[in-house]
């Protein structure tokens, strides 16, 4: 007779059944499934299902755009982004710019918390840059987006500079600004992440609302025009910009209703900079010659690395790379991938961000993935051309647990039930607290109003109650949907077979 089963094979039976049950659920009917569950230490495949079919992911695509800078840079980078004067003191009279050179230091002082981490949002709480999407509980990351520009300008008036009787001038030359990719313009300058907050509260009923800009600068305007309204009914906002430099706020906001945040991304990153550097400046006591409004005279440039150490007048200095790496994959940051894509282009010596894709697929096939398993069109996953296999994310995951920067790719990632994109989903479930994985979802709307998830996915480590190391990828393409409600039951659904795994082995 046949020998009897191994445990490993019997708990894999039991694991793969209750993934069946759930792919099985009428609201699949018409979408397909994949996903793969490999051991961490001998690759052996534990489950198994189409999982070297091509899907659209959606954000575990930031994997690899985020593991790519992770390797190319190290995980303890920072972003140095210093000032430079250009020409001699005389009198504390600088004859001549001050040039701000940027770094792709996309906090810039925002984020920055005292024991060197940046600061992220948790569900239900929703990053500032998913503000505009309707979710209702956007929030602006607590700290001053100035703050950086304001230790610049500190460090130039210590310097003994008082007045600059040339120009101000931002340096973004680390790589050409990218608008090519879905979620919006990419530039090596940040402040405030190339956006303008506008967080609007109820005043009283039938009166204006309050609005509150953040950061205030002479780079914009805000023209109020939303109607406090009864409480209960709905709240509906909107902002455009009819001329350069102002933003409009129209519609209307509940009383009683907590503020609800809309943001505006910025079109000159480093227009937006230099004025808002100028500003700092004055702040700090140092006169400038210059209008602060305007186009960056980028003209004025020096020769790229003709920079003398002697001509520094301070720096500022991020935080570590992995706690970049944190916030991203933690929110799912579109913008903040993207810059990943860039920077990896920086690394290898290109000013052109669509060579940081080739630089991820080199990342990719590094680690073992076939090159024909993985093709990425930006870095956030929002393009729905990108395609990947879930056997080539678990091949990225388990061989970047190898790496050098595995723990910190590890650290990034949301925690079940505790933290990021995952913070309430199954917060009571035995996994809770046991899965480091990475969300992602596309989903989009017809002009008839019907709703379809193009991809949903899950792709991480768990621990399981055993005390094993799986590797995991699940994914589910082509869902229709009619709400957000049934939006919400997938990403539960692929996040009770996680809860399976980590209880299953």
């Given at each position: 007779g046949a020998a009897p089963p191994t445990?490993?094979?019997?708990?894999?039976?039991?694991?793969?059944?209750?993934?069946?049950?759930?792919?099985?659920?009428?609201?699949?009917?018409?979408?397909?499934?994949?996903?793969?569950?490999?051991?961490?230490?001998?690759?052996?495949?534990?489950?198994?299902?189409?999982?070297?079919?091509?899907?659209?992911?959606?954000?575990?695509?930031?994997?690899?755009?985020?593991?790519?800078?992770?390797?190319?840079?190290?995980?303890?980078?920072?972003?140095?982004t210093p000032v430079f004067r250009q020409g001699a003191v005389t009198g504390g009279a600088l004859a001549g710019n001050l040039v701000l050179v940027a770094s792709g230091d996309m906090s810039l002082g925002l984020r920055e918390q005292r024991n060197g981490t940046l600061y992220y949002e948790s569900l239900p709480d929703v990053d500032q840059s998913y503000a505009n999407i309707g979710l209702g509980n956007a929030v602006e990351p607590p700290g001053d987006p100035l703050s950086g520009l304001d230790e610049l300008a500190a460090a130039v008036r210590a310097s003994g500079i008082t007045r600059v009787d040339g120009d101000v001038v931002i340096d973004d030359r680390l790589f050409t600004e990218y608008d090519g990719f879905p979620d919006g313009l990419i530039s090596s300058i940040w402040v405030n992440e190339n956006l303008v907050d506008v967080k609007v509260s109820p005043g009283a009923v039938g009166g204006p609302a309050v609005v509150d800009p953040r950061p205030v600068t002479a780079s914009y305007t805000v023209d109020n025009q939303v109607a406090t309204v009864a409480r209960g009914r709905p709240t509906v906002l909107q902002l455009s910009e009819p001329t350069p430099g102002r933003i409009l706020v129209t519609g209307q906001i509940a009383a009683g209703s907590r503020p609800a945040l809309r943001v505006w991304e910025v079109d000159h990153p480093a227009a937006f900079a230099r004025t808002a550097f100028i500003e700092a400046l004055q702040r700090a006591g140092v006169t400038v010659a210059a209008t602060p409004t305007g186009p960056n005279p980028a003209s004025l440039l020096p020769p790229k690395g003709s920079y003398g150490a002697a001509d520094k007048l301070g720096e500022h200095v991020s935080a570590p790379l992995g706690e970049f790496a944190k916030l991203i994959l933690k929110v799912s940051y579109n913008r903040g991938a993207d810059l990943m894509t860039c920077l990896a282009a920086a690394r290898i010596g290109s000013t052109d961000c669509t060579d940081g894709l080739g630089a991820e697929l080199r990342t990719a096939t590094g680690l073992g993935v076939p090159p024909t398993s993985f093709f990425p069109f930006d870095g956030a996953g929002s393009d729905d051309q990108g395609r990947t296999t879930p056997g080539a994310l678990v091949t990225l995951l388990r061989g970047a647990a190898r790496a050098s920067y595995g723990p910190a790719l590890f650290r990034a990632l949301p925690i079940l039930g505790r933290d990021g994109t995952l913070a309430n989903v199954l917060p009571r479930s035995p996994a809770a607290g046991h899965a480091q994985v990475k969300t992602g979802n596309r989903v989009v709307g017809t002009p008839a109003g019907q709703g379809i998830v193009l991809g949903n996915s899950l792709a991480g480590y768990v621990q399981t109650r055993s005390g094993r190391r799986v590797v995991l990828a699940v994914v589910v393409g082509n869902v229709p949907i009619a709400s957000p409600q049934q939006f919400a039951l997938v990403t539960d659904d692929q996040a009770e077979m996680v809860a399976e795994v980590q209880q299953g082995f």
């Open positions: 445990r490993e094979a019997a708990a894999s039976r039991r694991v793969a059944a209750a993934f069946d049950r759930i792919a099985a659920l009428p609201r699949y009917r018409r979408s397909d499934w994949g996903y793969q569950v490999v051991d961490q230490a001998t690759g052996r495949v534990l489950v198994s299902r189409n999982a070297q079919k091509m899907f659209d992911p959606g954000s575990t695509m930031k994997l690899y755009s985020v593991g790519t800078a992770l390797r190319l840079y190290g995980p303890g980078h920072r972003f140095r």
